[in-house]
């Protein structure tokens, strides 16, 4: 009884208030527009942000810097797009926590969709450019899942359109009024966000010329502009005259990929006025009589709940391809090895080698790492393609400077202690004060005993917003130097670390004198040891090879590493016991020469044809320094 | 009635405003110290300004009190004038400038001295004064330095500035943001900023740039002789002449101790006439036999002074030589009306002191020669026992500068008084170079060394860039840096200088470097 009352009341409603069906299914629609598509988009943006992409390793990827510090500010006042940088610095902490990171980037793609939204709307389209609306958010998903797209240029280019919307909403009619604000307003506009202006100039421009038909005012705001970005370069700010028009705008970014990418976000709106203009240029042209396109008039027979979930369809698609696209799985499985090395987790290092299905020579140099601190470096490195050679155990140095905090944490590990200060200094020099850079040099510095300097970078980490922790830790250590001189892992670093009294210059191209020089210097230093003698094993040089044979005893190996027994086997092979070093009590074992016997017999049996070969000493013998030493050794070396 | 009620509103507003004023002004600044206890020392401060002497017309030495409390008071005096009190929560004690003028202005010569009193725990605590010497000379206004990372081989972040050390405003005259290039020696003529030089490297804006009375020149000062531009540079007090040394210079690292390691594998000197867009030289300065570097004229213009060392056998590897490098310093008498050299002479050996001279300046009154002087080579910045020496070039003698650590001092630049001299150190925390003053007395006598005092006396516990060969100079730059970017980048603004025809290449070290890989690398 009550439903039928209730049913019967919403009719009489309906019918009072002289609602026809089509206008319920708009309000359908619209409930369903904001109640189900544009939550269901935010969620898969949400969590596309925070699983997939995963911000911590934005984070990790660009190191950005924020200090809490009056210089670091005034430095950001120096140039057009500085207060914008600013910002962004500081926004761009939150990356490290992939919940707030994955958040603040729906966040502005919600403010995208607002402005868009209101754009379209402010035209005086009469569809509501309901999917249409969503594209610059798709884009901004695509922009960001690169990692190195800059937050910047989101929040530059959304304080463009925040000016635009308080420009059209809220300045008077009044052409001479509106031209004074305008003006006033791009002046601080350019200050806040450099180069990233021209977004509102433009379509402050467009919507008065095409829109609002008030040709002059949209001429001059044009005109007026260009030469803003001259004058602040001439006569007020040092910066060059191409930083001062392009700085914040997609003109700035090498990477085509994201250049392409936020060309396409940054003339969207452009492009909506310019189609908008036309068609109301059209429509005052040929009155009321305007024919509808085909898309139009299709949808038009559409029934509203088909076409409802036609658009959803197309939107899911779209939401679908975007992000396929746009993901780059290869740098994130060089960013997660990055990250597992950083923290000492080898074995997650190892793991995600194993998964990758590309690996550059970074993520080779970190697996090596990891097997070392694992204790497989010997036994286990050809387990792993080792087609880099050497440069995958000691990167050269042109690579070097690309990951130079990496080449530090190695010298470091190393107890190489000059050359992790060096690299140290290099990633400052190259990305900056960035957290961990700060951390490395201050470590290094009370490692090295220079404790005047750790202070200061303890200090300046002390100003970060994320490494306070981090910064009391290393504080404690600077100020007890019992701890110093107590603390294991300290005693384990000084113990490979050169001895002081015997100095020696390092050639950083030449990585296997250096690592003889560490280990003549400090003849216990196991790590040096077993890098040199892999250095020895992946450049084919085997004579060099046996002759460090000799350290093994004193180093505290209990028997021959299997790569170790691998390559003497071949030395011997090869060498016909010729020059053969004394293993002084340590052999090779039956099975290894089981093995190699084997090796022999395959490669007879494909009459020696290593291409024939390949499947079956792949399979049998993959992991061993005698298929390297056939397929993968570099060809140089 | 709403006329009266808006008076009251205001005039309650003003008295709460003048109340506001007056705690700030006078209620935070005295304190009612009647009680104290007295500690018979004087506190731990930085930067370290205790028992030095100070120009009168020097910026605020704002300073931190290390000592441990909740409340903190100094009462600054002189002879003369208004005692200027300051409180402070955090220790941080922050001189206003005008006070501090007033009072520096009217006790030239006289002592200034600091009462501090620290409350902990509930108490006060009197420490013992502790003073400083006004000098009654002034300081150069402005110190031009560059600001770059503690550099090892890159360096992407870098700018000259000019900071007038009179109050503490700076200002970036070029910087990468600009343009991204390396700049680097920047000089003025007779410590004026109306003749300045300086060299910008790498990319389309690189060149040498010579400013004159506002005038902007961009120079290729490379020729047949030396394919390298030159590098250090010394101005002739005629303003006509500059001369260069070309150096090939060669960076590596240690692996005990001190990370860096530079060296010289080749150098000459050349001298560019300005008027004649002209490169020349003589063997006595580009010989095959020598590296000479570091050029520096006397004040009246008759003298080139240099450094020089042996050129090491090219046969030999750097490991051998590098720490066998040692510098003299040299003369050479120089007639610029005729253009004729005279005989070059060893000032200063490396035998008589066993250790190699580099980075001579002579004070602008001829009096004196600071130099750095250094176990080997010419990078005193790079390793302990860098000092700097004075030399009395009327009597000869030779002696340290109390102004050394025991850590790397460098680089230095009189004042155009020739009262105080500059120079780098990395005294602080051995890695990171910052200018220090001198006041270097009628006698000769280097007074206590003391950091160029910045706003925020704490800056240096976090600010991670190095000051790079600082400058004396009267005045600020009168140019824009946009204008020599614009100078830098317009086409065809180049002037290429021409070789001296005279020069016969033979007897010189022949077009220097010709087959060598050049680099220029200044972190002094």
Known sequence: MKKVNSKGLKSKLKKSSGISKRTINAANYQKFYYFTVMPIFFIFFYLWFYFRVDTKLIYQYQEPIFFFNPRFFQDYLLYPGGLTEYIAAFLAQLYYFPWVGALMITIFAGLTFFFTRWLIKETGAKIGGDIISFIPALLLLACHSQYEFLLSFTIGYLFALLFLFLYIYLVPENKIIRFLIYFLSSILLYFLVGGAFFLFVLLCGFFELLLARRYVLGLLIIISSVVLPYLAASFIFLVSLRKAYVHLLPFEYVNKKIYLLHMTLYAFYPIVLIVRGIINFRNSKKGKAVKRNLLASFLSRVGPRLKMALKFIFLVILLTITAFLSYEKVQKDQLMVDYYARNHDWNQVLKRIKGAPRLDLEMIFQANRALYHLGLLSSDMFALPQFWGTQGLLMPQDVRFKYPLQSSYFYFDLGHINEAEHWAHESMSIRGETGWTLEQLALVNIVKGEFDIAHVFISKLNQTLLFRRKANLLRQLWNDSTRISSDPGMLAMRSRMPNPEHDFIYYSDYSDIVLERILNNNPSNRMAFEYLMAYYLLSDNLGQFANEMARLKDLGYTEIPRHYQEALVLYIALSGNRSLPSLEGYKISAKTIARFKNFQDILKKFRGNKGLAYNELYKNHGNTYWFYSIYYKPKEQ | MKKRNLIICISLLLIIGIGVILLFNLGFNIEDINQYTEIGRSPKIDPDYVNTVIPPNIAPMNFFIKEPGTRYYVQISSANGKEIKISSNNGKIIIPIRKWKQLLNVNRGEAINYVVYIKNKGEWYRYQTFSNKIAKEDIDSHLVYRLIDPMFVQSKIMGIYQRNVTNFHEEAVLHTRAMNACYNCHSFCNKKPDNMMMHIRGGKGAGTFIIQNGSIKKINTTTAFNKYPGAYRSWHPSGKIIAFSVNIVRQFFHAVGYTQEGYDKMSDLILYKID??????????????????????????????????????????????????????????????????????????????????????????????????????????????????????????????????????????????????????????????????????????????????????TFYDTFIITYNVPELVDGPIPVRGQEIIRTALAEGSTQKAVLDPEIDLDAVTSATMKDEEGGNYFHQ
Request: aromatic letters at 14%; proline letters at 8%; hydrophobic letters at 30%.
């Open chain 2, 276 to 457: 004649s867009n002209m490169v020349t030289t003589c063997p006595d300065i580009a010989s095959p036999r020598f590296m000479e570097t570091y050029p520096e004229w006397s004040p009246d213009g008759r003298y080139l002074y240099y450094c020089r060392a042996k050129q090491p056998d090219s046969s030999s590897s750097f490991e051998e030589v590098y720490d066998k490098i040692m510098y003299d310093l040299m003369r050479i008498p120089y007639d610029m009306e005729t253009d004729t050299w005279g005989k070059p002479e060893v000032v200063l050996s490396h035998k008589r002191t066993n250790l190699s001279v580099t980075q001579p300046r002579i004070s602008p009154d001829g009096k004196y020669l600071a130099c750095a002087m250094t176990r080997w080579g010419t990078f005193s910045i790079h390793r302990p026992g860098g000092d700097i020496y004075l030399l009395n070039l009327k009597t000869g003698e030779l002696y340290e500068a109390d102004v050394n650590s025991d850590r790397p001092e460098s680089y230095n630049s009189w004042s155009s008084n020739s009262r105080w001299l500059v120079f780098s150190s990395k005294m602080r925390d051995d890695v990171i170079t910052r200018p220090y003053f001198t006041y270097i007395d009628e006698n000769g006598k280097a007074h206590k060394p003391f950091i160029l005092p910045q706003e925020d006396p």
